[in-house]
């Protein structure tokens, strides 16, 4: 009896000691781009995007071994100019597996950055979860003078594990900032200063392996989502077109022949149409492709009627979201409705 005594209270002495260092469980989940990217000196700006596996870029940054408990795994090896609807399901169903079956205490996406903003977006209204999922990526590939890749994704492993970052959404990190998902844009095509916070600016930052959150993100995200993808194994088909002047309506036009779910205007100013385009696309609305007025603009939001009338023709306006990201949600609001007053509301929302 005594013996058994004195195992019972070992036991509960180590299960102390041990929780008492037991580090949070990220995982991180790679997907190619420049942070797994090889070039072919190390003085070459020309190189191959998603070359390196996630063994790698771990073994890299010994230092997050101190944050936390880490693994990963490679979903796929791409450069993000190939990241597609697949992908992105797939994406977001492990990820909802990863914090809400398996235990895990938050993810790193490891990512390139050209469609960066998108799978943030996409993951920031698709994962439910109040854990953070952070996206990290590099400008300059892993065997580059000075690459950005490790300390970006140290910082990212950082954030993940830092409570500041909870109940914030999807967050992307880069160049020691942190930026939300719905505002974050790739402004700059080369610099590592490329990452900016749209409307909302930035929202926090990492220095000294600890997150500082700034401002809240006060819009609909993750378990206030109503989009799920469990049940999807494809998404609805929505083009972009882009507007300038004398705009030729041919691109807009092929998407309705091609029989498109939905189409997105990147339009000129607060979402102007070109006259031979807007006449496709009432047409096109008419027919009921849902077609959602966005712009070519860096910033400012695509007003509700303003200069169209988007109650008349049953028009949407993305408000703050660029064409991009416009984009997605539509994708994500038509897997709902096809009213387009209850996709105007999606968009005031998220
Ligand atoms: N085009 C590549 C990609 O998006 C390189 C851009 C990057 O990762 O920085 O994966």
């Known amino acids: ?130 854990k953070p999922v952070i996206l990290a990526g590099s400008m ?70 600890e997150a500082h959150i700034l401002q809240k993100v006060t819009t609909k995200h993750t378990v206030s989502s109503v989009f799920s993808v469990e049940k999807l194994d494809r998404l609805p088909k929505v083009g972009i077109v882009y507007g300038y002047a004398n705009c030729s309506p041919l691109p807009m036009q092929a998407f309705v022949d091609a029989q498109y779910d939905g189409i997105v205007l990147a339009g000129v100013g607060d979402g102007n149409f070109y006259k031979d385009v807007f006449d496709v696309a009432v047409k096109a609305q008419n027919s009921g492709i849902q077609i959602v007025r966005s712009s070519r603009c860096p910033s400012g939001p695509t007003c509700l009627n303003s200069e169209v009338d988007d109650d008349k023709y049953h028009f949407v306006a993305s408000l703050d979201l660029n064409p991009q990201k416009a984009r997605i949600l539509l994708m994500l609001a038509l897997t709902k409705t096809h009213d387009w007053q209850e996709i105007q509301e999606f968009y005031k929302e998220y």
């Open 140 to 209: 300059r590939p892993s065997n580059a003078i000075s690459a950005d890749g490790p300390a970006n994704l140290y910082n990212a492993v950082a954030a993940a594990v830092s409570p500041a970052c909870k109940g914030q959404g999807v967050l992307c990190c880069m160049n020691n900032q942190l930026l939300d998902a719905k505002s974050v844009i790739k402004s700059h095509t080369i610099d590592c200063d490329t990452f900016e916070g749209g409307h909302y600016g930035v929202i926090g930052y990492v220095y000294n392996g």
């Open 1 to 130: 009896m005594k013996h058994i005594k004195l195992l019972a209270a070992i036991a509960l002495a180590l299960c102390i000691s041990f929780s008492a260092v037991a580090k949070p469980k990220i995982r991180i989940i790679a997907t190619g781009g420049t942070i797994a990217g090889v070039s072919s000196t190390s003085a070459s700006s020309a190189y191959t995007a998603g070359q390196v596996g996630i063994q790698t870029l771990i073994d890299a940054v010994p230092q997050m071994l101190y944050l936390a408990d880490i693994s990963g795994e490679q979903l796929v090896n791409i450069g993000s100019q190939d990241m597609n609807d697949e992908v992105w399901l797939k994406l977001a169903k492990r990820v909802n597996q990863l914090l809400n079956e398996e235990g895990y205490d938050g993810v790193v996406i490891t990512h390139g950055t050209d469609t960066m903003e998108e799978t943030a977006y996409f993951l920031n209204l698709t994962v439910h979860s109040e």
